[in-house]
């Protein structure tokens, strides 16, 4: 059996792009005859300029999948931030969206000014939630970040630990008020030091049935108004206030409609997680990520979000927050892979159809989904998809479909320098 995959990117009169995913099963030319429609009179959907974004983890070196340890140095405690890979990676987006965090941000604890205190780090104990102890972020290592994130022009979102001042009950769900006091001192250390902070999101993966634990749609809503309450007071006098984002879990219906409906206004972005492959141990992924069937489910969270933010009315628009396909961590050789990118760029295409205005996409290092190798920092391929995404795909996307075979898939946009002149569409 031999993959034949071509990435086409078509200029058409010289407005928008399109590109193309096609797969086929056998090397024998298999004539399909079938033609893309695109309709260019309105655009569907409006993405953020830097729709692009990528994760950066706190997990350790002694985090472990089913026997294998893929995170290395990548975790945001000590990643080396003098490689020169890394940096330019980061600068040829310029900016490229990057969003801090992962299970154990519900875990870190960020050191206050002052506090003689000892700072300890993540460590494992198989016994505790997650695995690890809870660890502490130094302000000279976020100092250390912060100035690397300035120099290599990456737009930051922090994702802020929402189990503080949480108890865990005997049924795992977290009990009580989010206590923001922690969080509250890190916002105003960040901000008295001029770093820019795009937009802190509240915790991880706590919404619906939760991972470790879970917190209630209306507490957590509660919650984040307090989190937005917080921002507005602390950048009060600023010209440009990072946005609130929350709740950085899996889409489920009756939780994510009464968080959108409890908190009104108060979020500017709903972010989501997307792992819609199943465990990164699967031994059937490659077969999934070229079944246009399976490829075809992956829309119905984007829709359903869509949805329940049409019937709101309100401002907050939809994000992916987070997206490994894979999750534990992905596959070696396959989440790395050029084979990934049928998955990647299928659900760029689709999270924009249905206006997802970023997508961010676990991880930039660490695991085994990153776009760049955890060891080397050497890119692999969807570091190339997600660079050209970024320089080719405008904000306005179009009704696109492919008639023929539902091996080939189209998407279209109207390209970056048309968004410039206005030229692209009627309205
Ligand atoms: C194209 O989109 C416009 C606006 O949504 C719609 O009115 C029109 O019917 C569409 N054209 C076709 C051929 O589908
Ligand atoms: C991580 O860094 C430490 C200290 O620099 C080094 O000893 C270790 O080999 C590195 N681990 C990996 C997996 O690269
Ligand atoms: C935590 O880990 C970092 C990076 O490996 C190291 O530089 C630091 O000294 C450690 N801190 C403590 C308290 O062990
Ligand atoms: C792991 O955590 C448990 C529960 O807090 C504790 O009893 C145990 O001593 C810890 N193990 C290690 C090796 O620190
Ligand atoms: C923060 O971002 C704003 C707007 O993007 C920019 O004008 C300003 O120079 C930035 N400040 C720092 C310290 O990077
Ligand atoms: C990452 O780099 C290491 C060292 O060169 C190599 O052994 C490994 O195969 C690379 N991983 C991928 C997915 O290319
Ligand atoms: C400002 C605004 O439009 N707020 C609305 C957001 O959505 C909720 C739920 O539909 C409404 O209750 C708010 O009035």
């Not at 985090?63 to 490689?83: E, F, I, M, P, Q």
């Not at 870190?108 to 690890?132: A, H, W």
């Not at 290092?365 to 050209?388: E, K, Q």
Request: glycine share 10%.
């Amino acid at each position: 059996m031999g993959l034949f995959f071509s990435l086409s990117i078509l200029l058409l009169s010289q407005l928008l792009f399109c590109f193309i995913l096609k797969t086929t099963d056998s090397l024998s030319v298999n004539v399909v005859e079938g033609s893309v429609n695109t309709n260019g009179t309105a655009s569907i959907g409006f993405i953020d300029e830097d729709f692009i974004c990528a994760t950066l983890d706190w997990w350790p070196p002694e985090k472990c999948d089913y026997g294998t340890c893929s995170w290395g140095n990548a975790s945001l405690l000590n990643l080396d931030l003098n490689n020169k890979i890394l940096f330019n990676a980061i600068k040829a987006f310029s900016p490229l969206k990057v969003r801090l965090g992962g299970t154990l941000q519900d875990k870190v604890i960020y050191q206050k000014i002052g506090d003689q205190e000892t700072c300890p780090n993540l460590t494992k104990n198989s016994s505790l939630m997650f695995g690890f102890t809870n660890g502490c972020l130094t302000m000279s290592r976020w100092d250390e970040l912060n100035i690397f994130f300035k120099n290599s022009g990456a737009k930051v979102v922090f994702g802020l630990n929402a189990l503080s001042g949480r108890t865990i009950g005997l049924d795992g769900t977290a009990i009580g008020p989010w206590d923001s006091s922690n969080a509250e001192a890190l916002i105003r250390y960040t901000a008295n030091k001029g770093y820019n902070i795009s937009g802190w999101e509240l915790g991880n993966e706590l919404s619906g049935n939760g991972i470790g634990t879970s917190v209630t749609a209306k507490q957590y809503a509660f919650d984040t108004i307090s989190l937005q309450n917080l921002v507005q007071k602390i950048y009060f006098g600023f010209q440009e206030k990072p946005i609130v984002l929350g709740p950085g879990g899996f889409y489920e219906a009756n939780w994510f409609n009464e968080y959108v409906t409890e908190s009104s206004n108060a979020i500017q972005a709903i972010t989501q997680h997307i792992y819609n492959l199943g465990p990164g141990v699967d031994d059937h992924l490659v077969e999934k990520i070229l079944d246009p069937s399976y490829l075809d489910g992956g829309s119905q969270p984007f829709r359903d979000l869509q949805n329940i933010l049409k019937k709101s009315r309100n401002s907050t628009v939809a994000w992916v927050g987070e997206a490994g396909g894979a999750y534990n961590s992905g596959r070696n050789l396959v989440t790395n892979a050029f084979v990934f990118g049928f998955w990647y760029l299928d659900q760029l295409g689709m999270a924009s159809m249905y206006d997802t205005k970023t997508y961010c996409r676990q991880t930039l290092i660490g695991g085994n989904y990153g776009l760049l190798n955890t060891t080397t920092f050497v890119p692999n391929p969807d570091y190339y998809s997600a660079l050209l995404w970024h320089r080719l795909m405008g904000r306005h996307v179009l009704s696109t479909s492919f008639t023929g075979t539902n091996k080939i898939r189209s998407y279209a946009h109207c390209s970056k320098t048309s968004q410039k002149t206005g030229t692209c569409i009627a309205k």
